[in-house]
Nanobody, 113 residues
Framework: QVQLVESGGGLVQPGGSLRLSCAAS????????MSWVRQAPGKGLEWVSD????????RYADSVKGRFTISRDNAKNTLYLQMNSLKAEDTAVYYC??????RGQGTQVTVSS
């Protein structure tokens, strides 16, 4: 079955960086677009970024463009999100997702001084 397991979240000060990872299993990872979405406290799910199958095409929400970088390692079945210049408004649970039907359990990112 499809499994997506995120890691790498934590508490970071404004301006800091974190790298999230998502280990995928149970499906041919290299054949699927993948994405990161997030949910801030009291808010709905927000799309953050996505990446095509070979990593050659990426897209970002305006709110993270220039600060976040999505990437993937198909040999390791792993999706990444490098987050730099973090802001308080980036505080959320971050999920990796395959389409609309599959999401991991999430990893908490808290940006606070």
């Amino acid at each position: 079955q499809v499994q997506l397991v995120e890691s790498g979240g934590g508490l970071v000060q404004p301006g800091g960086s974190l790298r999230l990872s998502c280990a995928a299993s149970g499906f041919p990872f290299s054949s699927y677009y993948m994405s990161w979405v997030r949910q801030a406290p009291g808010k709905g799910l927000e799309w953050v970024s996505d990446i095509n199958t070979d990593g050659g095409r990426t897209r970002y929400a305006d709110s993270v463009k220039g600060r976040f970088t999505i990437s993937r390692d198909n040999a390791k079945n792993t999706l990444y999100l490098q987050m730099n210049s973090l802001k308080a408004e980036d505080t959320a649970v971050y999920y990796c997702a395959r389409g609309d039907n599959y999401r991991g359990q999430g990893t908490q990112v808290t940006v606070s001084s």
